[in-house]
């Protein structure tokens, strides 16, 4: 190998365009540094990610968008807010759960089918404190609501095994959310808490 010419960074058109950005060499340095740690960890928490029979729960969702207040107008913030009202008094009287889903869910996938979402193993979802709420519900019951600042969801544990064969389609999704999982997993943990406003909930 023979080496023809070298070029710092500084000549490098994407370290140009960072530093034209106001960038300094040290935040492009940190950057490129998570970026790296970040690829790195993701590879790792997908090769570690379970193939074999595990833990599932069988689950239905009731899902609508959270009511945030747009534009000044308070109409359709005003709907949604109702709407999670009416979904609570329904689950509280006692209306079967697939019947509440049907009439309310927004979600078109599931709701003809009453909510229901099919086998959930761990790392399925991203939301670490709903994930531990379902696995620990029995069988026939439902969760407490779950707000953050796109939607608000219920959900419903059908059934549970502590042995079931993973599908390809969940080995995909567990491997997909490997990263976004752990790091949740590590803001529940360490109780880390976004101060920006509108992103408190995240």
Do not use: C
Not at 79 to 97: E, R, V, Y
Not at 150 to 158: E, F, I, N
């Amino acid at each position: 190998i023979q080496v023809e010419e070298r070029r710092g960074p500084e000549a490098n058109d994407a370290i140009q365009r960072w530093l034209g950005a106001g960038f300094t060499v040290a935040d492009i340095t940190a950057h490129t540094r998570h970026d790296m740690i970040r690829e790195d960890l993701t590879k790792r928490r997908q090769e570690a990610a379970a193939a074999g029979p595990v833990a599932q729960v069988h689950v239905a969702h009731i899902l609508v968008s959270a009511p945030v207040p747009t534009g000044g107008d308070f109409t359709q913030f005003s709907a949604q807010l109702k709407k999670i009202s009416d979904i609570n008094a329904a689950l509280d009287k006692g209306t079967d759960f697939a019947e509440v889903a049907k009439q309310f869910s927004e979600d078109s996938d599931t709701k003809d089918k009453g909510g229901d979402v099919g086998w959930i193993a761990r790392g399925m979802f991203t939301d670490v404190g709903a994930e531990n709420e379902l696995f620990s519900l029995d069988p026939g019951t439902r969760s407490k609501q779950h707000n953050d600042r796109t939607q608000t969801v219920w959900y419903k544990v059908l059934e549970k095994n502590d042995a079931r064969a993973l599908d390809d389609e969940q080995k995909k999704k567990i491997k997909d959310n490997a990263y976004a999982y752990w790091l949740n997993q590590q803001k529940k943990a360490h109780d880390v808490t976004r101060l920006v406003p509108g992103l408190e909930f995240e």
